[in-house]
């Protein structure tokens, strides 16, 4: 017990130690405004560099890698099939689905299937 302490002990040492080390080595001591400022041939830029984030593309792209998981969990449930007991094999399959109709409902509901905004 006194050996899994030591040890421990040591484990987080280090990581502290490199932690410390990260954080000082990491800092800048100048920050030039010009440095910061995107480039475009010595001049000022025309516009932004920055390009506006839709909100609503992350969201159906959050949506979209959702049920991308989901249709991988539900595949195996149909190979599955043949080994297990049947009436477990159901409840867990509706139950799951249940979930995901829920979760789309909500979704439904919340607006975020509107592709026209």
Not at 21 to 30: E, M, P, Q
Request: aromatic share 14%; with cysteine; hydrophobic share 60%.
């Amino acid at each position: 017990m006194l050996s899994l302490i030591s040890i421990s002990l040591i484990i987080f040492a280090i990581c502290f130690i490199v932690m410390m080390l990260a954080s000082i080595l990491s800092k800048k001591t100048l920050m030039d405004r010009e440095k910061c400022s995107p480039f475009e041939c010595g001049f000022d830029p025309k516009s932004s560099s920055r390009l506006p984030f839709s909100l609503h593309f992350f969201l159906i792209t959050i949506i979209f890698l959702i049920f991308d998981v989901e249709i991988a969990l539900i595949l195996p449930m149909i190979l599955i099939i043949n080994f297990s007991n049947i009436l477990i094999w159901m409840l867990t399959s509706a139950v799951f689905i249940l979930i995901l109709l829920f979760g789309l409902y909500h979704e439904w509901n919340q607006g975020m299937l509107n592709w026209t905004n």
